[in-house]
């Protein structure tokens, strides 16, 4: 959620997926509170896993470390070239990172689609 409020600031428009509708309803609450117009902040109470990603280009994860090898998966299949995907506090293990950024709890990494499919096809 904190994620998807910070993001607005920097000027992007940002859907957040959470499959617990008691976070869902207070980022919603938050993100108005804040002042942050709901067609910037969108919150949709739905299992990511189900949900076909394809249509964005900047993705940001914030997961358990056992979910992110078959989220890698995933997200290959699905997301454009061209997207950035942000991984905070767990990386991908099999994704070699553009970037990272921080230390210890607050470790992001930076993976850019298109390098990881040349990766891939290379390996
Ligand atoms: C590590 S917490 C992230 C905490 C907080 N959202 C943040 O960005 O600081 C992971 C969150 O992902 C949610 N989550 C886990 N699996 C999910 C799924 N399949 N679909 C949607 N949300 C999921 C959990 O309910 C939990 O709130």
Same mark, same amino acid.
């Given at each position: %959620?904190?994620?998807? $409020? ?12 959470? %499959?617990?509708?008691?976070? *869902?309803?207070? +980022? /919603?609450? #938050? +993100?108005?509170?804040?002042? $942050?117009? @709901?067609?910037?902040? @969108?919150?949709i109470n739905q299992?990511?896993? #189900? ?7 900047? !993705? *940001? !994860? ?5 979910? %992110?090898? !078959?989220?890698?998966? #995933? ?7 061209? =997207?950035? !995907? $942000?991984?905070? /506090?767990? &990386?991908? &293990?099999?994704? *070699? &990172? =553009? ?16 390098? $990881? ?5 290379? +390996?």
């Amino acid at each position: %959620m904190q994620k998807v $409020i910070s993001a607005t600031v920097e000027g992007f428009q940002c859907t957040g997926f959470e %499959m617990n509708s008691i976070l *869902t309803g207070y +980022a /919603r609450v #938050k +993100a108005k509170w804040k002042g $942050i117009p @709901s067609n910037t902040a @969108s919150f949709i109470n739905q299992d990511f896993w #189900k949900t076909d990603l394809s249509k964005y280009n900047n !993705v *940001t !994860v914030f997961l358990a470390p056992g979910v %992110m090898e !078959v989220l890698g998966r #995933k997200l290959e299949n699905e997301l454009p070239d061209e =997207t950035r !995907v $942000i991984a905070c /506090r767990f &990386p991908f &293990p099999d994704w *070699t &990172p =553009t970037a990272t950024e921080d230390e210890g709890l607050d470790q992001t990494w930076a993976y850019d689609m298109d390098a $990881i499919r040349k990766l891939s096809t290379q +390996a």
